[in-house]
């Protein structure tokens, strides 16, 4: 930063040259530029800013734009949130901001960011304040990581408070209560037990022995775990105590010192207790039963059995062989098989011959005394129908005993889920968009593999991370925070779409990417980034739009053709005319003129075409608009129709314009023809030109400027065509009556001038056009005339002349010029031919340049004679060019010329080199 600064031209800030400095302002400076901390320091009265390499990380996308700019400028964006901090400090007040949020625009989008700052107040050699020094820390991540923190807390908590089991947490040798979770409450009966000791806040659990085994665990370090433990509890205040059976841990929670206290979770299973000792107490009965009785017993107790009788379970007892001894009412109703046809036969004859292999598996499995809590065969029905069922049997005296369900519809009904799933599965792999799934908090969780294949990267790749930084955008400079930003608007419930580029492995492509939530009872679950490669149909559309701009050069070209004819027409017969030594005086006179004239019309025509491909270089210098303009009115009311009535009206006090007088002088003529053609039955024309100031408009900058008005009463235009009518080749005069490219040209000059054009337009109410000019640096005296001078020769001596053209006829008349103005002429039909007349010793007093040659340009060759030989004059001639490559100080004379206007540049680029001198 440091040879930045050194390189920077200060000259054109309120600062000056550097050597011109302050002490004070170059100290402070070297302290901040050798600091690692991110620092800026702004002085002057236009705060202007300087910062050191940490504080360009600060700025962002500003940089490296913000050196040497006014403070308010660069941070407009968070201006009015520093500005009375920046009050503060330039009146002496040192100031410190901790974590500051600031909302700001460095990186093209708004992000919300946090700083802790200081500005410390900086004195100058006069004892006043000359700047401050401002010394930052971006704090964003900190912040956010916080506020995460926090939420991640009361996500714990809401998750203790809401848990199902029990929980409690117990702190010190006295188990006193710190927490305990409403489960926990309402096991205990909801008492006031935070703050206390265990003992003294459930009794009845010390005298359970409950405290003993919480001294236990919290002396040894070691869990204690319990499961099914009976624990008595005064559950309500006055009720009589209440019998559980809890499932619980204490686990000992160490601190840095050793021990901190018992965190207690459990569940109560009351319930499974109650039903587990209801179980084994049927299985008792049902063993005695087996054992103390036979067939005829189990017959009575079946029919004394209603859950026997009406469960839609099947039940069934078999012996060792698998035959059916006994069935319950189910089987009849669910298969169709009456009592008859199953009793006495094995359970195999009614199994589908599939399963018949699982079957006897599972009958070895109980004849071994091992239960089978789950398997599934195929059972054929009486009308022969197949049904699946689900079983669970268990051995018990030499009999098996077994209950059956009825799975088939919930298995058919699993199978097409699984089969939907598949094919959805399949139209998401196949699908010609990209496609993924990521979570609420932007973490992809699934790709297709339209996405894997654009990308080059397996599945691996991207999932699990956050889909901005995925392969997909990371590649791509300032894309993964714009996919960010709008990944956090989709997360919040909308629906997001932008057209991108993306540099991928295969290049660079267009994508229509959306972002699409994903709902489930009111909440978002998901977003799903979409997205379809445009880059062909954006190709397509490019080629079609060159297409048509083709066709419409091809309909110019011939428009412009037709032009060159009429005027050459006029040229090639006073030419013959001039040859003629028997004409009459006053009609060689009338023909030269006619010819001028033509000859005036096809540079007009020339620089039209020029100024519309915006390669015509521009000669701008301070304009009085006003003269411009009424010197203008003669030219356009004689061009347009005797029922025109053309006004006038240049306000009082016109300030000057910064403008090129013949390209503004073009622009009128251009903008006055339209407006004439479209007034066909006759109207009134008015040119009009008046100052005005602009402040906070978009399309300009602030500051003054110089608006000339072309207004007309004729058809006026409808807002499609109003849109269009700067389009280049765009125009409603139909084939042969225009090229389109006036208003196009008026528009392209406003924008080289750092100004504007607007068209207010209607349908019946005419049409008014602005042509906005930034105004000039000094009053100016009226525009001076373009008709032709005489230019005197002179005998006098005027030195050595250089003529380097490509074209004899051009270089010829060049010389005759010259000549007559004194020059000792010497002419080079190309760069390199004058080159080698310099090798011979040749020193001109000027060259008079073509600038597009074969081999070298006059550019190129004015850059090789300045070199060589400083105080030769250079005129660059030029018809058509780029003014990029010609170095600063050369005069550029435009083709075509007058004698006069080569008389007038050869005086300049004199002039110039003696003021260089």
């Given at each position: 930063m ?6 920077f031209d200060?000259t ?11 002490q ?5 400076l ?9 620092m ?12 050191n ?18 403070l ?5 964006d968070v ?7 920046v009050d503060?400090?330039?009146s002496?007040?040192a100031t ?11 990186n093209g ?6 700083f802790t ?12 304040i ?35 089991s029990?929980?409690?947490m ?5 188990h ?41 665990a919290f002396n040894?370090?070691?869990?204690f ?9 005064q ?38 207790r ?5 179980l ?6 049902l ?5 103390d009785l ?13 859950t026997?009788?009406?469960t839609?379970d ?5 012996d ?26 094995r ?11 699982v079957?006897r ?16 065969n ?7 129908g197949?049904?699946?069922?689900s ?34 599965r ?19 969780t ?6 894997l ?10 999932v699990?991370?956050?889909l ?5 955008f ?7 925070a714009?996919?960010?930003?709008m ?15 993306v540099?991928?492995p ?14 489930d ?27 048509q ?36 005086p006053?009609?060689?006179?009338r ?13 007009s ?5 020029l ?13 009085d608009?006003g ?28 300030l ?40 906070g ?31 280049p ?19 392209g000059l ?8 607007s ?15 930034p ?11 373009t008709?032709?001078t005489v230019v ?25 010029a ?27 007093a ?11 340009t ?15 004059a ?19 004379l435009n ?5 006069h ?17």
């Amino acid at each position: 930063m440091a040879s930045r600064v050194a390189a920077f031209d200060w000259t054109q800030t309120p600062l000056g040259p550097i050597e011109h400095w302050p002490q004070s302002l170059r100290t402070t400076l070297g302290l901040m530029l050798e600091s690692r901390f991110a620092m800026c320091l702004c002085w002057g009265p236009e705060l202007t800013l300087f910062y050191n390499d940490a504080y360009m990380r600060v700025l962002g996308a500003k940089e490296p734009g913000a050196l040497g700019q006014p403070l308010a400028l660069i941070w407009s964006d968070v201006w009015e949130d520093i500005r009375p901090l920046v009050d503060s400090v330039m009146s002496g007040t040192a100031t410190m901001q901790e974590d500051m949020p600031l909302t700001m625009l460095r990186n093209g989008y708004p992000e919300e960011t946090f700083f802790t700052f200081s500005y410390t107040p900086v004195r100058g050699e006069d004892g006043g304040i000359a700047g401050f020094l401002n010394v930052t820390t971006d704090v964003t991540r900190r912040v956010q990581n916080e506020r995460r923190l926090r939420a991640d807390v009361a996500q714990l908590g809401r998750m203790f408070d809401q848990a199902p089991s029990f929980m409690a947490m117990l702190t010190g040798p006295d188990h006193v209560f710190r927490y305990a979770n409403p489960a926990y409450m309402r096991l205990i009966g909801g008492r006031d037990v935070l703050g206390k000791p265990a003992a003294e806040a459930l009794p009845e659990a010390a005298q359970q022995g409950y405290v003993a085994l919480l001294d236990e665990a919290f002396n040894s370090g070691n869990p204690f775990s319990a499961d099914g433990m009976r624990f008595v509890v005064q559950a309500s205040a006055g009720g009589e105590p209440v019998e559980r059976y809890l499932d619980f841990v204490y686990q000992p929670i160490s601190d840095e010192h050793g021990g901190a206290g018992i965190f207690v979770q459990g569940v109560d299973v009351t319930a499974r207790r109650m039903s587990d000792l209801v179980l084994r107490t049927r299985e008792a009965e049902l063993r005695a039963l087996n054992r103390d009785l036979e067939r005829e017993v189990l017959e009575r107790a079946r029919e004394r059995s209603l859950t026997w009788q009406v469960t839609p379970d099947l039940l069934a007892v078999m012996d060792a062989e698998g035959v059916i001894e006994a069935i319950n009412p189910a089987w009849q109703q669910l298969l169709g098989w009456t009592d008859d046809e199953l009793l006495g036969r094995r359970w195999l004859d009614r199994v589908c011959a599939e399963d018949h292999a699982v079957t006897r598996a599972v009958l070895d499995n109980l004849r071994a005394d091992k239960p089978v809590l789950h398997f599934e065969n195929r059972f054929r029905t009486r009308t022969g129908g197949v049904r699946t069922l689900s079983w669970m049997a268990t051995p018990e005296g030499g009999r098996f005993y077994c209950s059956g369900r009825d799975v088939t519809d919930i298995k058919a009904a699993a199978d097409a889920l699984a089969r939907s799933q598949a094919q959805l599965r399949t139209l998401f792999e196949t699908s010609y968009q990209l496609q993924g799934m990521c979570r609420p908090d932007g973490i992809v969780t699934d790709a297709n593999r339209p996405v894997l294949e654009a990308l080059g990267v397996g599945f691996d790749d991207v999932v699990g991370l956050p889909l901005w930084e995925t392969p997909w955008f990371s590649a791509t400079p300032g894309m993964p925070a714009r996919i960010r930003a709008m990944f956090v608007r989709a997360a919040a419930g909308e629906t997001v779409r932008d057209e991108i580029q993306v540099d991928l492995p295969g290049g660079r492509r267009c994508h229509d990417l959306s972002l699409r939530p994903i709902h489930d009872d009111g909440r978002i679950i998901a977003v799903v980034p979409e997205a379809i490669d445009t880059t062909e149909r954006r190709n397509a559309e490019e080629a079609l739009r060159q297409s048509q701009k083709l066709e419409s050069l091809g309909q110019l070209t011939g428009g412009v053709a037709h032009d060159f004819n009429n005027l050459l027409m006029p040229i090639v017969t006073a030419l013959d005319l001039a040859s003629d030594p028997n004409a009459r005086p006053e009609r060689r006179a009338r023909m030269l003129g006619v010819a001028r004239r033509s000859a005036d019309r096809a540079t007009s025509l020339v620089q039209r075409l020029l100024s519309f491909a915006r390669r015509q270089p521009l000669q701008t210098t301070d304009v009085d608009v006003g003269a411009l303009v009424v010197g203008m009115a003669a030219l356009v009311e004689s061009s347009c129709s005797p029922r025109i009535r053309l006004v006038v009206a240049a306000a009082d006090g016109l300030l000057p314009a910064v403008a090129d007088p013949g390209q503004l002088e073009m622009a009128i003529l251009n903008l006055g023809m339209n407006a004439c053609d479209a007034m066909p039955e006759g109207g009134t024309l008015t040119l009009a030109a008046r100052n005005a100031r602009v402040t906070g408009d978009g399309r300009l900058a602030d500051g003054r400027y110089v608006v000339v008005a072309v207004s007309d009463t004729g058809h006026g235009m409808d807002e499609a065509t109003r849109q269009r009518a700067i389009e280049p080749f765009f125009s409603t005069k139909g084939i042969g009556k225009g090229t389109g490219l006036g208003l196009s040209m008026a528009h392209g000059l406003a924008l080289q001038l750092g100004g504007y054009l607007s068209i207010d337009s209607s349908p019946g109410a005419g049409t008014t056009v602005e042509l906005w000019l930034p105004v000039g640096t000094s009053r100016v005296a009226a525009h001076e005339p373009t008709e032709d001078t005489v230019v005197d020769s002179t005998a006098e001596p005027r030195g050595t002349a250089l003529v380097v053209d490509d074209e004899d006829s051009v270089r010829m008349c060049t010389a005759d010029a010259l000549e007559d103005m004194g020059y000792r002429i010497v002419e080079a039909g190309s760069a390199e031919e004058a080159l080698r007349a310099l090798d011979d010793g040749l020193a001109p007093a000027i060259l008079v340049t073509d600038h597009l040659m074969p081999g070298m340009t006059g550019a190129e060759l004015a850059r090789a004679v300045r070199e060589r030989l400083p105080a030769t004059a250079i005129i660059i001639v030029s018809g058509y060019t780029n003014m990029a490559d010609i170095a600063p100080g050369v005069t550029i004379l435009n083709k075509p010329f007058r004698q006069h206007e080569l008389a007038a540049s050869v005086g300049l680029a004199a002039a110039s080199i003696h003021g260089a001198a």
